[in-house]
């Protein structure tokens, strides 16, 4: 796709905002409301209108059209990788930063994104503090988000994604791959470190998430994360994780099952060994858990983070085993057809 810059703003904009809104009608006002009290002072807010949404999002956002910094705009209803393209091209800002609709933003979010920039990197990860959650599930998930964050900061882990990037990298990297749907902008970020742009981080927490998973809505959506690979994989192979991951994922579906019909009258003790593996399983995440949350620790942390992830990482895996099992098939059938 190529990304030109729409000429409709008279005056020079520093920081151009896309959001993409698909049934966010609970999000909406908190989310805009925090991103027009930024104290940057020049700023667009592009917002993407799916018209394939069926509740109240449009009626949400027509109450924020008293705003000029803000620009409403109806598109189709199309994939998040191509709305975001949408956006871009309508966009005018020197820097371009891609927010998620169920989130709110700190004052400095944009300001300290800005200054982030200009110290001479190309593209920003925005520390998020993971706090503004509705339930005990969400907030074990942004617990994760919280430790990596953590980690990130103290320089032992490096990030895989980015937020804001200067208009030339999107430019000329295209934009965002429309054939991924899922962790879109982790697959742009590679393309543009590989070309060897520079990413940073915020020096501190400058949004955090409003997720309201339901157990259901997690398992989901970790599946669809898993399944959402596809693209990515054929693009950059298999990354060492997620190599494990497809083994033991493998491993568990096929092997295991055949193993306990060949040996049944050992069902007993394979019963008891497999607990035993989950309980040490269990310890080690445990005593994982510990380390990363140190001082913000609670029940909830050492008893269920364990088994939240998991859950998350089995659902993960067998969306991931699908994608990969769908990529090589897919390969080996156009290998065919190119043979005939």
């Known amino acids: 796709m190529n990304i030109t810059t729409s000429d409709s703003s008279n005056s020079p904009v520093n920081v151009s905002v896309i959001l993409s809104f698909y049934n966010d009608e609970n999000y909406v006002k908190d989310c805009l409301q925090s991103l027009v009290m930024q104290d940057l002072s020049s700023f667009e807010i592009i917002c993407l209108f799916d018209k394939g949404s069926t509740d109240r999002t449009y009626k949400e956002l027509k109450k924020f059209e008293y705003e000029p910094r803000i620009i409403i705009c109806e598109i189709d209803h199309v994939d998040r990788s191509t709305a975001r393209n949408i956006g871009l091209s309508r966009s005018n800002g020197s820097i371009v930063v891609f927010c998620e609709t169920d989130a709110l933003y700190r004052p400095d979010f944009l300001s300290t994104i800005y200054k982030t920039i200009s110290k001479g990197y190309d593209m920003v990860h925005p520390i998020g503090d993971g706090l503004n959650v509705a339930n005990n599930l969400t907030s074990l998930l942004e617990a994760e988000i919280w430790a990596r964050n953590r980690k990130m900061k103290e ?186």
Request: charged content about 20%; aromatic content about 18%; overall charge positive.
């Open 155 to 340: 320089g032992t882990n490096t990030p895989q994604s980015a937020w804001a990037f200067k208009r030339h990298i999107l430019e000329e990297t295209g934009g965002f791959k429309q054939s991924v749907e899922i962790a879109e902008d982790r697959e742009l970020w590679a393309r543009a470190s590989k070309l060897g742009y520079t990413t940073a981080i915020t020096p501190h927490e400058v949004w955090s998430h409003r997720l309201t998973d339901s157990w259901i809505q997690f398992l989901k959506r970790s599946f669809r994360h898993g399944r959402g690979r596809q693209a990515f994989i054929d693009t950059y192979g298999l990354s060492k994780r997620d190599k494990i991951r497809f083994f033991f994922t493998l491993f568990g579906t096929l092997f295991i099952p055949c193993l306990i019909w060949l040996l049944q009258r050992f069902f007993v003790s394979l019963i008891i060994g497999f607990t035993l593996a989950f309980v040490l399983f269990y310890f080690l995440m445990t005593i994982r858990a510990r380390y990363l949350f140190k001082n913000k620790l609670d029940l909830r942390v050492l008893v269920l983070y364990p088994l939240l992830m998991l859950i998350r990482n089995l659902f993960f895996s067998y969306g991931l085993l699908i994608s990969v099992v769908s990529l090589y098939l897919t390969r080996f059938w156009r290998t065919i057809r190119k043979i005939n």
